[in-house]
């Protein structure tokens, strides 16, 4: 049976009095890719966000409903943020790594967590590498800096990090939206993969893509979730006439 | 689209057959007004560059005779008789009656007394003329470690006066670079925007404050206090005054540092915030080491103002010239003795010149600093962030 790992209640978002998420209610299965799809500004990078709570860095967003992962709302006063995003990782739409070594921006995560044995580290990093089928392409220039890696690998090693804390749900913004044809099938067949051991929700403008590796589909438009589904059913039988005016490029 | 476009502006020219309604572009025309801006822009450039040129070329030209000390004496008669007519502290009188063995307030009074009459045995017969010899021995007074350019026997240890330069500098970086480092640290990461609002424009108004008020301020309110705390024995010394000049600094490193770490992509923010980091964590293993290349200039400029600081060395270092590493002692450094000396030196003296030599080294020195600040900031620091 697939539990639910996440799911949302009558969730509203709030930008100081814009209203950008409305009636949100979704359940995202455990080990599955599930995609947001929609037009650009509908909300769906909005509500990726606020499932580990990246939004409260932005001033004046509110939220209101339910947002549960494993059953617990991420919202309550008492809840550890930083452990959430623990749980909760994040791979975003421009590869971000840090201007440190490759090594060293694998090992960051492990290393705020308290793990200092060498050893053990360099474990870590070579299985995070290797989960994100990019070790044999940086194995012999660990010392070097992450930034002269080309865009494709960046965001490999972006999502390598985020593998390295060992999360159980990996959060990707547009992943694959500014790499070349070549790097997006390599990232979609990481993805595919890591769908085994991580429940993965995916924003994508790309449909072939979210057709392709996704398993549930939700589209979303003007902050409204009008269609969830089996993304099958969504691409081939979807039952709203918006989802199927955008799905066929009638807009968006 | 091209196609179509080319097809559709030819069938324009082509049906719409005046050229008036066409820009010209045929012609070169000559534009008075970009002419004159770039030439006055050009001039005033170049002006501005030829007025540095001619600062480093005078302050090294009136520093070399210091190494002239090949040639014979080169002064003629009528220099030696102006020399001799000039004005004197009024202890001429005084050494003539009494002999030449006693330290006299300098130069003139040296000459005289070499002048009319003879040299009493063992005494330093060297006048402070411009002479060779002179020159010499200055240059051989300048590992030693006193300082006492106005004596019969003038040595110039500038090597005291660079040794306390460079301790009082590394105190007030010692005090200044963490503090405002870790001011502009928390300006950037942790305060909120109208505390941000507040404390940025408050340190950078210090940058702005004149440096006399800070040595008055460490002369009379600091000194005490510190040597309450710590009860050393000599009131003034490089503590006080690299404190006071460390005070001057903040400012400057406080806000290039802030710069340089507003600067740091607010996606390594946001990224180490999703691995799971605190917020501290984020400032100080991600924020912090990515803009270690502007803070590294930064402390390089709060150097450079430490460095030429005058004002504050002279009112609260007490202003001795001892060569001591202890930082509780007075110390001299090298702009102060520029300040309090050249305005009493004898134009074109051994002195005079000395300290044009202190003037280079400043030069040089600062020339180093900027140059290390290029080489290492853009070379090493950046290949290394950069990964280039």
Not at chain 2, 304 to 328: K, Q, S, Y
Not at chain 2, 363 to 378: G, M
Request: hydrophobic share 45%.
């Amino acid at each position: 049976m697939i539990l639910d790992k996440i799911h949302t209640e009558k969730m509203f978002l709030y930008y100081s009095e814009k209203v950008a998420l409305k009636d949100i209610s979704i359940k995202i299965p455990e080990k599955r890719v599930t995609a947001f799809i929609g037009p650009s500004g509908c909300g769906k990078s909005t509500f990726l966000r606020s499932l580990n709570r990246m939004n409260d860095l932005i001033d004046g967003v509110k939220i209101e409903g339910k947002v549960m992962i494993d059953n617990i709302n991420i919202y309550d006063k008492n809840i550890d943020v930083v452990n959430l995003r623990k749980k909760v990782g994040m791979v975003f739409q421009k590869s971000n790594p840090f201007a440190k070594s490759i090594y060293e921006n694998i090992a960051y995560g492990p290393k705020i967590n308290g793990i200092n044995d060498k050893k053990q580290l360099e474990e870590i990093v070579e299985t995070a590498l290797k989960n994100a089928a990019i070790w044999d392409e940086v194995k012999d220039r660990l010392g070097d800096s992450a930034l002269g890696l080309s865009g494709g690998q960046q965001q490999r090693l972006c999502i390598a990090r985020t593998l390295a804390v060992n999360p159980e749900i990996v959060l990707m913004d547009e992943p694959a939206s500014a790499l070349d044809p070549l790097s997006t099938s390599k990232i979609e067949e990481l993805i595919v993969q890591l769908k085994e051991h991580y429940t993965i929700v995916i924003v994508t403008h790309n449909m072939q893509q979210a057709a392709r590796i996704s398993d549930n589909t939700a589209f979303f438009y003007l902050g409204e979730l009008i269609e969830y589904d089996k993304t099958k059913t969504i691409f081939t039988n979807p039952s709203k006439k918006q989802t199927e005016d955008y799905i066929t490029g009638r807009f968006g | 689209m091209t196609k179509k476009n080319k097809v559709k502006s030819s069938k324009a020219q082509g049906s719409d057959s005046q050229p008036s309604d066409l820009i010209d572009i045929t012609r070169k025309r000559f534009r008075v007004g970009d002419f004159l801006a770039e030439k006055i822009i050009k001039g005033v450039a170049l002006l501005s560059i030829t007025i540095i040129v001619l600062i480093f070329f005078f302050v090294f030209r009136e520093a070399f005779p210091i190494f002239n000390t090949s040639k014979e004496v080169k002064k003629s008669p009528t220099e030696l008789a102006k020399q001799d007519t000039q004005e004197t502290y009024g202890a001429v009188t005084d050494v003539d009656s009494k002999g030449t063995g006693q330290e006299t307030y300098g130069a003139v009074a040296d000459t005289l007394v070499k002048k009319d009459k003879t040299p009493a045995k063992g005494t330093y017969t060297v006048n402070a003329g411009s002479g060779t010899d002179d020159n010499k021995s200055a240059l051989n007074t300048m590992l030693t470690k006193d300082w006492v350019p106005v004596s019969d026997k003038p040595r110039y240890g500038i090597l005291s006066l660079i040794i306390g330069t460079f301790k009082i500098t590394l105190i007030s970086m010692l005090f200044a670079a963490p503090l405002a480092i870790l001011a502009a640290l928390y300006t950037a990461e942790f305060a909120n925007k109208k505390m941000k609002e507040i404390i940025k424009p408050t340190i950078e108004l210090l940058a702005g404050f004149p440096s006399v008020v800070i040595g008055f301020f460490a002369l009379m309110v600091l000194a005490t206090f510190l040597q309450n705390i710590f009860h050393y024995s000599t009131r003034l010394n490089s503590f006080v005054g690299g404190i006071a000049m460390g005070i001057a600094a903040i400012p400057i490193i406080f806000t290039i540092t802030e710069d340089a770490l507003t600067a740091v992509p607010r996606s390594f923010n946001e990224a180490s915030l999703a691995l799971g980091a605190s917020k501290w964590q984020t400032a100080f293993f991600v924020i912090l080491p990515a803009a270690t290349p502007g803070i590294f200039a930064a402390i390089l400029l709060g150097i450079g103002r430490v460095f030429g600081e005058t004002m504050i060395a002279l009112m609260a270092t007490g202003n001795a010239a001892l060569m001591d590493l202890n930082p509780f002692e007075s110390v001299r450094t090298l702009a102060a003795t520029i300040g309090a000396e050249m305005a009493e030196v004898v134009f074109g003296d051994t002195h005079y010149n000395v300290l044009f030599l202190i003037g280079s080294l400043l030069f040089v020195f600062t020339f180093i600093l900027n140059a290390i600040a290029e080489f290492y900031v853009k070379g090493k620091l950046m290949k290394r962030i950069q990964g280039k």
